[in-house]
């Protein structure tokens, strides 16, 4: 069966010996998480952020196109994308040609792009980067994340963060407790419902004992169709289940539409370091996003208990203005931020970052990833933002 574990975390070297004094460990089930929902399942439309890390350094200038931009052609002859290629927004920015879904939520004012996000003093190693972004201290390493101090402030309940493989990362990591881990290995779901099936049916033979087991494979059964999504709705294969990033999402759907009561998810896509050969590579990458975000969302909105989730994708930096001699970009600074949701004020949120004022060949951030998260926590789920980002920040304006 699928289970939930905790104290199996990714952490930067930074924060390793500062984590012994997590919350009570120990193991949760898919039936201790439907006890939790039965027991306080949230009102429709409660707040719940969805965080979604591009690990490798998305390029944001083939992610969020400036085609209009001469400076953007002649910095990457051989890569740019031309009017007639991208996923047009308006006159000057199109998205990559991949993301026809996200291009048709932004025309629908549910598509949020925080232009030119980052922080002072940027570092291109993305193990550093990272480490930033996921504990919001640019200045120095610290041992906590962002979410681990909010969830250190709110409780010692790990179910209130989840995150969607089988580690926690840095950024759910609290000196007290941390997020839970949901991991997407199990018991093939074909054996495990033929078996249960099988087990659960009644027969006047039993013993009261055997009776009491049959009953509680029923039971699993009844927690299964639960979380298969609203209604009892089973898993047919609907997510796509070559594209990681759609079935970790299906999982999170299915805990949202369930009534689980957690507040803050947590998932990931790797290999966005293209050095080389960028565009096929960033094709198929922005391909998978564009298809998960885009079925998560319309999930999301077709149930009540969906239509107040946020999603907030992101990743460590983008890449250099100018292409490298590989046709691909090196590590760069800031790049994009997208939020998306029912609640989204959609459009352009941050002044557009100068392709010809540039920082050592990189792009000056704009907008500060801190205040981004503030906005996450103030609005997004009803939280103090100053336990996880400091005091002085402020929103950016991209929630209702």
Known sequence: ???????????????????GGLAASGVLTWEELHRRAGERAPDAGTGT???????????????????????????RPDLAFTADQVQRLDDRYGLNPEMKGLAGLFHANKLAIVRGVGY?????????????????????????GWIGRWLDSTGDDPVRALNIGATVPALAVGAKTSAAALSLAGIPKTSLAASAKALGAADHAD???????????????IVGATFAGPAGE?????????NPLAR???LVARCILAGVPTRIYSVSLGGFDTHSAERDTQHRLLGAVDTALTAFHQRMQADPRGRGTVVMMYTEFGRRVHANASEGT????????FVLGDTVRGGFHGDEPSLTDLDQGDLKYTVDFRDVYHELLS??????????????????????
């Open 120 to 144: 002072p003093k940027p570092d291109r190693s993305h193990f550093r980067s990272m480490d930033i972004w996921q504990t919001a201290s640019p200045s120095e390493p610290v041992p906590t």
């Open 379 to 400: 609005k997004g789920i009803g939280a103090d933002p100053t336990p996880s980002v400091g005091a002085g920040r402020r929103d950016v304006g991209f929630l209702a």
């Open 207 to 221: 013993t009261p004992a055997m009776a009491t087991v049959r009953t509680s494979y029923r039971s699993a059964q």
């Open 234 to 242: 089973k898993d047919d294969g609907a997510a796509d289940r070559t």
């Open 49 to 75: 952020v969805v965080l979604v890390t591009l690990y490798g350094g998305n390029d944001g200038l083939s992610t969020l196109v400036p085609y209009a931009d001469p400076a953007y052609h002649d910095a």
């Open 1 to 19: 069966m699928v289970q939930l574990t905790r104290r199996s975390l990714l952490v930067s070297g930074a924060g390793v010996a500062a984590v």
């Open 330 to 337: 090196d590590h760069g600074t800031a790049g994009p931020v």
């Open 248 to 250: 970790q999402l299906d």
